[in-house]
């Protein structure tokens, strides 16, 4: 080594953002256990690099005692002394044993270890600038596509978009500029995983953050969203300020804000609704587009059952139950409809089971013996 390989040290530090010392020691560290291997010596050596020259220097450590009994950690009073007349017992003399050709090692392991530890660097950065990002919508341009898993490269890293966090209705090709949501930030053996997600509920929320300034100021709160990625998502709204409508304020002028999101996510139809602090108000209105006449709470059995005219009763329910089931992911509640002539001339209110069943969807009872009416 030498003055040059030390400019070169600093300057590939400073680009880095790396520690000039933190790297010499390293590579001193690194050293050690070359001479060791290389020379098969003890334990009890340390290497110097001259900060200003780069000249590598290795010393072997050896105590101080009245009789050595292995001359390679021990060294006799006597002969200590020689070196040093000031030397006592106890005392650590350095002995310099650098071999003839050490510098040729020196060289390989510092190259290794400088790789080694740029390569760690440049991972930590990258993991420390996307773990505070969790949770946040970034563009990033599709790279790769396998079989289950995309590849989006988000500049700085390539994150990855397992089959599982992309949109069924996604059709991704090479080189496609997306939107995606930073689900979580791993460290593993190779650095660290970032893993993105068009499917997660968070990009919905995220994307409306982005195209409505008053939900970005804090004016319209969004207090749920459900979703099924590609097809269909509602989301309840909330507004801190009277005068601001928080649906008008989501839909924009002439749809424009809505539509944004929905383009962004091909298609996906997207209801706004109102939440309300009233559990009966908010399930009413999560069923939207159908009208609700009434809607009864049981608190203990966590159940609103609600009653619709006859003509919106499969409006309600939805193709294949998504209308309640994305409702009763969003309130909470698990949802029962009927329809006004089904309830007609009985006591539907006073007949509710003690242990109400629900499907993993959390669709209510009655709605799922509609559904699977002959």
Same mark, same amino acid.
């Given at each position: 080594m030498n003055v040059d390989f030390l400019d070169a040290l600093e300057q590939l530090a400073r680009e880095k953002g790396i520690d000039k010392e933190v790297l010499l020691e390293a590579i001193e560290a690194a050293l050690i256990s070359g001479y060791k291997r290389n020379?098969?010596?003890?334990?009890?050596?340390?290497?110097?690099?001259?900060?200003?020259?780069?000249?590598v220097r290795v010393f072997a450590r050896k105590t101080v005692v009245e009789e050595?009994?292995?001359?390679?950690?021990?060294i006799s009073l006597d002969a200590a002394r020689d070196i040093n007349p000031s030397y006592q017992l106890g005392d650590v003399v350095e002995i310099e044993v650098t071999p003839r050709d050490f510098g040729?090692?020196?060289?390989?392991?510092?190259?290794?270890?400088?790789?080694?530890?740029?390569? !760690?660097?440049?991972?930590? *950065?990258?993991?420390? $600038?996307?773990?505070? &990002? %969790?949770?946040?919508?970034? +563009?990033? #341009?599709v790279s790769r596509i396998e079989p289950r898993v995309a590849y989006v490269d988000l500049g700085d890293t390539e994150a990855v978009m397992p089959q599982s966090e992309q949109m069924p209705t996604d059709k991704l090709h090479l080189g496609d500029r997306v939107k995606v949501f930073i689900a979580r930030v791993e460290r593993t053996t190779k650095g660290p995983q970032i893993v993105v997600s068009r499917s997660h509920p968070?990009?919905?929320?995220?994307?409306?953050?982005?195209?409505?300034? !008053?939900?970005?100021?804090? *004016?319209?709160?969004? $207090?749920?969203?459900? &979703? %099924?990625?590609?097809?269909? +998502?509602? #989301?309840?709204?909330?507004?801190?300020?009277?005068?601001?409508?928080?649906?008008?304020?989501?839909?924009?002028?002439?749809?424009?804000?809505?539509?944004?999101?929905?383009?962004?996510?091909?298609?996906?139809?997207?209801?706004?609704?109102?939440?309300?602090?009233?559990?009966?108000?908010?399930?009413a209105n999560a069923l939207s587009p159908a009208k609700v006449v009434d809607v009864q709470i049981f608190e203990t059995e966590k159940v609103a059952r609600t009653i619709v005219p006859d003509y919106q009763l499969s409006l309600a329910i939805g193709k294949e139950g998504q209308n309640a089931r994305l409702a009763a992911r969003l309130t909470g509640w698990k949802i029962d409809i009927k329809s006004e002539?089904?309830?007609?001339?009985e006591d539907l209110f006073t007949n509710l089971d003690?242990?109400?069943?629900?499907?993993?969807?959390?669709?209510?009872?009655?709605?799922?013996?509609?559904?699977?009416?002959?």
């Open positions: 020379f098969n010596s003890a334990g009890n050596v340390r290497v110097d690099i001259h900060r200003d020259t780069g000249e050595p009994e292995d001359t390679r950690t021990e040729r090692i020196a060289a390989q392991t510092a190259k290794q270890v400088v790789t080694q530890r740029i390569r !760690e660097a440049e991972r930590s *950065v990258i993991y420390g $600038k996307f773990a505070d &990002r %969790e949770e946040e919508v970034v +563009s990033g #341009i968070g990009l919905l929320k995220r994307l409306f953050e982005l195209e409505v300034p !008053e939900i970005y100021d804090g *004016v319209v709160e969004i $207090k749920a969203v459900s &979703r %099924e990625a590609g097809y269909r +998502s509602k #989301i309840a709204v909330h507004s801190r300020n009277p005068e601001v409508d928080p649906i008008g304020a989501c839909v924009g002028t002439r749809g424009g804000r809505v539509q944004s999101v929905v383009n962004e996510l091909n298609g996906e139809k997207i209801d706004i609704v109102e939440w309300s602090e009233d559990p009966a108000t908010f399930v002539s089904q309830v007609s001339g003690e242990d109400p069943e629900s499907d993993d969807n959390a669709v209510g009872t009655l709605a799922d013996d509609w559904l699977n009416e002959p």
